[in-house]
Each structure stands twice: as structure tokens, then as C-alpha cells.
T-cell receptor
Framework: GNSVTQMEGPVTLSEEAFLTINCTYTATGYPSLFWYVQYPGEGLQLLLKATKADDKGSNKGFEATYRKETTSFHLEKGSVQVSDSAVYFCALNRDDKIIFGKGTRLHILP | EAQVTQNPRYLITVTGKKLTVTCSQNMNHEYMSWYRQDPGLGLRQIYYSMNVEVTDKGDVPEGYKVSRKEKRNFPLILESPSPNQTSLYFC?????????????FGPGTRLTVL
């Protein structure tokens, strides 16, 4: 069945470091892929998405490319800030639902 | 302001005492759903609704009920709560199907069942 696997956290980085959070998926067909972010004490919000192979989603300095050959959708940012500290969820759509990964907690140290 | 609201935000209750968590959205969205978030398990869908009077089970529906009598409201009902339903609950809404439209999440309800 369709599923999402993302790297376990927490991930701790210093401000201005390069960030990669790995996400791989298994799916039948060609799902859309998403990254959602959950800031402390809040609900999830959509960070970026890609709907077909080789698409690149981007927002707030974050990027992720839909790689069909490696079934991956890794999240990257060139220079993280303390305000990026949050939990990040990779997700894909299955029929009319979304399947979320378990989340990766990110801590950015000043 | 476009938003999804949930009430209460925090609730401590005892086993077997019926409770309702309300969810309301002001964006005229067709699709609404409930998730629970547990450490190490991420978000799992409980129930969803594609329109008024149309509801369907998600991945973990046991012990929960929902109703969709009005487009804006989608309450989650626990008829006889048990300690394994202690969790953080999120309501979400979207214009279309969850897989095709951005979902907007409420702020969450932290439930503790003693």
C-alpha cells in the first residue's frame, strides 16, 4: 500500500546550516507529494507540494523535488533560521486522503 | 480571517464519560476530516466528510463518531472514552479532496482520558 518514510529526529543544527530531511515513499500510480510544517503549539500548514515527477516545490527558502526514479521527496534549505524550528511532515495523497509520515522534529540553535 | 476553530483546546476527562470536540470552518470548504497525532506514529486519519451528510471512516475510526449536519461544522464524538484515546486531535478542512487541495488545520485539542 501507499506509505511515507521520513528520517527520524530530532535533527539539531546551528543557524545558517544546510538542511536536508529525507523522505521516501511507496505508492501505486503517481501520487502528489507534500511537505507540511507544524510550529510549536499550532496545527499543520502546507509548506510546499509537487504534483508530478521532476516538479520542484518551493516556499520560504525550502525546496523539494519529486524524484520518481528514487521515489524520494527530500526537503532542503540552504540556510536555516531559529524560526524554522518545528516538526516537518512528508505526505502523499492516496485516493481522496492524505497519508502522513511520522514527522521529523527540527531544532535550530542560535 | 479564514480559519478552522476547535473547542475545547484542552480537556481532561475520565473513562466512559461522553464528550464532544467541536470543529468549525469559515471557508465554505466541502471536505473536512479529523486526525489524531501520537508520538512516533505521526498523524492518522479518524474520519472524513466530503460533504453535508456524507461521512466515511479513516484509518483509525474505532471508538469515535462524527456528524456533518452543516457544511461548516464537523464535531468529533467519543461516546465512551478510554485511556488509549488520550492524544492530540486536529480537525482539517479543504476546498476539495484532501489529496488534491491544501488542507487547513485547526490549532488542536489535547485530550487526556484518565
Amino acid at each position: 500500500g501507499n506509505s511515507v518514510t521520513q528520517m527520524e529526529g530530532p535533527v539539531t543544527l546551528s543557524e545558517e546550516a544546510f538542511l536536508t530531511i529525507n523522505c521516501t515513499y511507496t505508492a501505486t500510480g503517481y501520487p502528489s507529494l507534500f511537505w507540511y510544517v507544524q510550529y510549536p503549539g499550532e496545527g499543520l500548514q502546507l509548506l510546499l507540494k509537487a504534483t508530478k515527477a521532476d516538479d520542484k516545490g518551493s516556499n520560504k527558502g525550502f525546496e523539494a523535488t519529486y524524484r520518481k526514479e528514487t521515489t524520494s521527496f527530500h526537503l532542503e534549505k540552504g540556510s536555516v533560521q531559529v524560526s524554522d524550528s518545528a516538526v516537518y511532515f512528508c505526505a502523499l495523497n492516496r485516493d481522496d486522503k492524505i497519508i502522513f509520515g511520522k514527522g521529523t522534529r527540527l531544532h535550530i540553535l542560535p | 480571517e479564514a480559519q478552522v476553530t476547535q473547542n475545547p483546546r484542552y480537556l481532561i476527562t475520565v473513562t466512559g464519560k461522553k464528550l464532544t470536540v467541536t470543529c468549525s470552518q469559515n471557508m465554505n470548504h466541502e471536505y473536512m476530516s479529523w486526525y489524531r497525532q501520537d508520538p512516533g506514529l505521526g498523524l492518522r486519519q479518524i474520519y472524513y466528510s466530503m460533504n453535508v451528510e456524507v461521512t466515511d471512516k479513516g484509518d483509525v475510526p474505532e471508538g469515535y463518531k462524527v456528524s456533518r449536519k452543516e457544511k461548516r461544522n464537523f464535531p468529533l464524538i467519543l461516546e465512551s472514552p478510554s485511556p488509549n484515546q488520550t492524544s492530540l486531535y486536529f480537525c482539517a478542512s479543504s476546498l476539495g479532496l484532501a489529496g488534491k487541495s491544501e488542507q487547513f488545520f485547526g490549532p488542536g485539542t489535547r485530550l487526556t482520558v484518565l
